[in-house]
């Protein structure tokens, strides 16, 4: 069985800090990890991905990637009210087309 | 960037009738594309898995005689919602597969909303 876990929060954060959003998974022969920004109603967009272990950035965002203990997080930086929604936590397993996605983390950034 | 459209974007019929939905990858080709529904403040379920020129697969517990998929191209998928009730009123998302240098994507359509009265 093939789990990806989020914590589903809520997250609270001030404006203008850093969320730190995490997610685990549980098959070692996962290949691509990626993050997806759900706003209440609407479909999810993608923010990132990354298959390498370490950190990749993109503006404010920062996934990081750590296979050994098969963890994937985001990181937000100066985090604003309309980072504010449902983060998604997905993962890419070799020879399957699915992702598997976790049940996503609500964040609340607060001005 | 790779842009997915769906269409229509809101629907509202009656009871017993059909629905369909439309999913378009518009600026790249999508050999697989897929479709989920969403109740409100529930997680993403996948229903279907779409492949162009063959049969989709169903998720388990997803009734394929009630929901036709019909992947005709490699930029069209669609999903029609055969004698729709009000317990089949959702979200209802597509997604393609973009097949990039260093991994496959999935980019998401905006969602058709139903409502069934």
């Known amino acids: 069985q093939k789990e990806v876990e989020q914590n589903s929060g809520p997250l609270s954060v001030p404006e203008g800090a850093i969320a730190s959003l995490n997610c685990t998974y549980s098959d070692r022969g996962s290949q691509s990890f990626f993050w997806y920004r759900q706003y209440s109603g609407k479909s999810p967009e993608l923010i990132m991905f990354?298959?390498?272990?370490g950190d990749k950035e993109d503006g404010r965002f920062t996934a990081q990637l750590n296979k050994a203990s098969q963890y994937v997080s985001l990181l937000i930086r100066d985090s604003q009210p309309s980072d504010s929604a449902t983060y998604l936590c997905a993962v890419h397993l070799s020879g399957y087309s699915t992702l598997t996605f976790g049940k996503g983390t609500m964040l609340l950034v607060s001005p | 960037g790779a842009v997915v459209s769906q269409h229509p974007s809101r629907v509202i019929c009656k009871s017993g009738t059909s629905v369909k939905i439309e999913c378009r990858s518009l600026?790249?080709?999508?050999?697989?594309m897929f479709w989920y529904r969403q109740f409100p403040k529930q997680s993403l379920m996948l229903m279907a898995t779409?492949?162009?020129?063959?049969?989709?697969?169903?998720e388990q517990g997803v009734e394929k005689d009630k929901f036709l998929i019909n992947h005709a191209s490699l930029t069209l998928s669609t999903l029609t919602v055969t004698s729709a009730h009000p317990e089949d009123s959702s979200f209802y998302i597509c997604?393609?597969?973009?097949?990039?240098?260093?991994?496959?994507?999935?980019?998401f359509g905006p969602g058709t909303r139903l409502t069934v009265l």
């Open positions: 779409s492949n162009e020129g063959s049969k989709a697969t169903y």
């Open positions: 997604s393609a597969t973009y097949r990039g240098p260093s991994t496959d994507t999935q980019y």
């Open positions: 600026d790249f080709q999508a050999t697989t």
């Open positions: 990354i298959y390498s272990n």
